[in-house]
Every structure is written in structure tokens, then in C-alpha cells.
């Protein structure tokens, strides 16, 4: 019985060594033994503890909120750190609801559905004469379909794709081959891709596209 009462003795002159301390070495000791989802109530005499302005959801800094104080209007994907609830959190247009990302740090979901206005497309001589281009999706993710037309150009662009937004150096690109005859064509007249700040242009090689034939590929962008 003295063993147990002097062990808690200690922790609580633990604890009040902490307070003396002031409200940063209370966060850290109340964060070890789970204590960090009421911390933003606490208070010292004389003193009140700031709530938060922002924290850390899977390396990414982010605003924190209490649930009453959530952003009004939140676009799709908004992130936050809820303070009332301990954890982060993300709102999903779709279900107009907020959802909680893995107690209090944020786990990658199963897909991720991006959003935003869609990109343009301009065929180049890479693709021949009257050839027939789209891009379908996003400025994250695209599905590139090309129809060469005649005489396709060997060491020329095939296609532009402008993206609704500018990086802030250039885009990266991650590029795929979508169908059988992409994915032949890779390996006899291989493209590559020229990045730009306001997009890329998928380009021929040495060997020219074949004519009168359907490309596609899926892309990825991000920005650097």
C-alpha cells in the first residue's frame, strides 16, 4: 500500500512541477499519456493556454478549429486538425459531412477523387494531318486520347495540354499507355514528355506515330 502511495505522490509532484513550468510542458505531458483532446480547455492561474492556430496531419501543416469553429463553406478536401474531437479531419463534398482521418493523423484514403476545372488539349504535327485529340478529367488527373491522322511528323509535338493552373516551376508528369496500341507503339516509336509551368506536350521520337490509329494514356500530374 505505501509502494502504490508513493508512486502516486511522485506523479503528482510530477505534475506540478510541469504546471510550474507553463502550458508548452503540459501539452507534451498531457500528449504522452493521451490527455490532448481536452488540452485546448485547460487553463493556468493567472494566464489562459492559447489555443492552437494550426498542427500536423501527416507531415502537412493544416488550420485547427474546434467543431463550432469549422470553416463555413469548406471546398471538397478541406483538412483541418479538430481540436474538440483530437484528431484531423477532412470534409468530403460528396456526403456534405466531415470525416475523421485516423485519430489525429492522416491515413491515406482508399482513392482520391480530384476536383477542380478541366484541362485543354491541342494537336500538334506529331499527330498528323487532321487527327482528333480530348483529355478527360482534371488538372491532376487526365485520360489523353489521340487519332492520328495522315502523315503523322517524326521529332514533333503530338499533342499540348494546357492545365488550369500554373506551377510554380513545372509540372511532373507520370504517363501511361491506356490501350493495346499504346502500349506497342511505346516500344516501337516511344514518345516522352516536355513539362512546361502550364502543363506538357507528349512528343514523337525519331519514329514517327502510326496514322489513322487511336492513342491513349492515363496521366498524373504534380507540381514543383
Not at 27 to 49: D, K, Q, S, T, V
Not at 203 to 214: C, D, I, K, R, W
Request: hydrophobic share 45%; proline share 7%; glycine share 12%.
Amino acid at each position: 500500500m505505501r509502494t502504490v502511495f508513493r508512486r502516486v505522490l511522485r506523479v503528482l509532484r510530477a505534475w506540478l512541477d510541469t504546471v510550474r513550468r507553463g502550458p508548452g510542458a503540459v501539452l507534451a505531458l498531457a500528449a504522452c499519456i493521451g490527455l490532448g483532446a481536452g488540452l485546448p480547455l485547460l487553463g493556468f492561474p493567472g494566464r489562459a493556454l492559447a489555443q492552437p492556430t494550426s498542427a500536423v496531419c501527416g507531415g502537412v501543416t493544416v488550420p485547427a478549429w474546434v467543431t463550432a469553429g469549422r470553416p463555413s463553406s469548406p471546398n471538397d478536401q478541406t483538412a483541418g486538425f479538430n481540436l474538440t474531437a483530437g484528431y484531423c479531419e477532412i470534409y468530403q463534398a460528396a456526403s456534405s459531412a466531415w470525416q475523421p482521418l485516423a485519430g489525429g493523423s492522416v491515413a491515406a484514403p482508399a482513392y482520391v477523387i480530384a476536383g477542380g476545372t478541366a484541362p485543354t488539349i491541342a494537336a500538334g504535327t506529331g499527330a498528323g494531318t487532321g487527327p482528333t485529340v480530348s483529355v478527360l478529367g482534371t488538372g491532376n488527373a487526365q485520360i489523353i486520347t489521340v487519332v492520328t491522322g495522315t502523315s503523322p511528323s517524326a521529332s514533333a509535338v503530338i499533342a499540348t495540354v494546357t492545365l488550369p493552373f500554373t506551377c510554380p516551376f513545372k509540372a511532373v508528369v507520370s504517363l501511361f499507355p491506356a490501350n493495346s496500341a499504346t502500349a506497342v507503339s511505346t516500344l516501337v516509336s516511344p514518345i516522352y514528355v516536355a513539362l512546361l509551368a502550364t502543363g506538357y506536350t507528349l512528343n514523337a521520337g525519331t519514329v514517327a506515330m502510326g496514322a489513322s490509329t487511336t492513342f491513349k494514356w492515363t496521366a498524373h500530374v504534380d507540381c514543383y
